[in-house]
């Protein structure tokens, strides 16, 4: 695609994701957020926290004086609220104040990426959500954007491991197809439902939340071999206990390898045969669940089954999706944005 720069349009690319979700603009400003939503839930905690809503952190930390919201499962929004609708849009307008994009200077236009396997009805929804905040709009798979980003279009299959998806496509030079792409709840999320039960059965007097084995994971994760056992620390009947978890960490992290493994030979197969090798050769990740230590050589080894292939990260997984949409969102023709009005 061409582009004729315009300097009254802010350009944005928001990777809007189930844990965290990040906003790159053209501006250059790069920031990154919890998916975290809340509002005071009476008038005590109004006079504590001066603030009618909270975001993030901020809003993870205050939680006990907060109708507490993470709107997005699996990457998208979920279904049957409206209070969850009004937290994705409270999360949107903060990542572009954030990207300074509501002093009122300029239009702003927005790539924001979702699940490859996004229904309809939730991209609807997302654009409901967004009008009145951005002028113009280009929703696409978030894989897609990664690749476009990393300038990975041809001969590559892209790996996006966030919390509440693994979303995979091919790149073949142009626009995945449905048959090229893949949506898989084996991702951050599945991780530590899996790691909160094992840690349980394993240690039923052990008092924790959701939270904290969310922490744990990403302080101590890993697939494989670790040079030092996994412990942290929990209350056991109200008493701070050591335990060790360093087994329960290794088979929720390496829970994912199977599945994500499976689509990605299942996507190589549909590969043109003359192509199949470059593209087992050209495997990149991205997304936060892809730092887990020994992850990549983990699924490049499972490449084996298909006559072997190389593994890499993008250089930054945070960012990665929303630097791929500001990228799109630049090099769009006047054609590819949606307008939206408010």
Request: aromatic share 4%; hydrophobic share 40%; charged share 25%.
């Amino acid at each position: 695609m061409t582009a004729t720069k315009k300097t009254d349009y802010l350009y944005v690319g928001i990777d809007l994701g189930t844990s965290q979700s990040s906003v790159s603009a053209s501006n250059g400003e790069r920031h990154v957020v919890q998916s975290l939503v809340g509002w005071p839930v009476d008038n005590v905690a109004r006079k504590i926290l001066k603030k009618d809503v909270l975001i993030g952190a901020e809003a993870l930390e205050s939680r006990t004086m907060l109708d507490f919201h993470r709107p997005l499962e699996r990457g998208l929004v979920k279904e049957g609220s409206e209070k969850e609708m009004a937290a994705v849009r409270e999360l949107l307008k903060h990542l572009l104040s954030l990207a300074k994009a509501d002093d009122g200077s300029q239009n702003v236009r927005a790539v924001v990426g979702v699940p490859a396997a996004a229904m309809r009805v939730n991209k609807q929804q997302l654009r409901n959500t967004l009008a009145g905040i951005v002028d113009g709009v280009m929703i696409v798979s978030e894989p897609f954007a990664v690749a476009y980003g990393a300038d990975a279009l041809l001969h590559t299959l892209i790996v996006d491991l966030g919390a509440g998806t693994t979303d995979l496509c091919v790149m073949e030079g142009h626009y995945p197809t449905e048959d090229e792409q893949r949506t898989l709840s084996a991702a951050g999320d599945s991780i530590d439902e899996q790691l909160s039960k094992l840690v349980s059965e394993k240690h039923p007097e052990a008092s924790f939340n959701i939270h904290m084995v969310r922490r744990w994971k990403e302080e101590h994760s890993f697939v494989g071999k670790t040079e030092q056992p996994v412990k942290v620390t929990v209350p056991v009947k109200g008493k701070p206990t050591q335990i060790d978890i360093t087994e329960a960490m290794r088979t929720a992290c390496e829970s994912v390898i199977e599945p994500v493994s499976e689509a990605m030979r299942d996507l190589l197969a549909r590969v043109d045969p003359e192509f199949q090798e470059p593209v087992r050769n050209h495997v990149i990740l991205s997304g936060c669940t892809s730092l887990i230590p020994g992850l990549d050589q983990a699924l490049a080894k499972e490449l084996d089954q298909v006559g072997g292939g190389k593994v890499t990260r993008v250089k930054d997984p945070v960012f990665a999706g929303s630097d791929g949409g500001l990228s799109l969102a630049e090099d769009a023709v006047e054609s590819d944005w949606e307008k939206l009005s408010s």
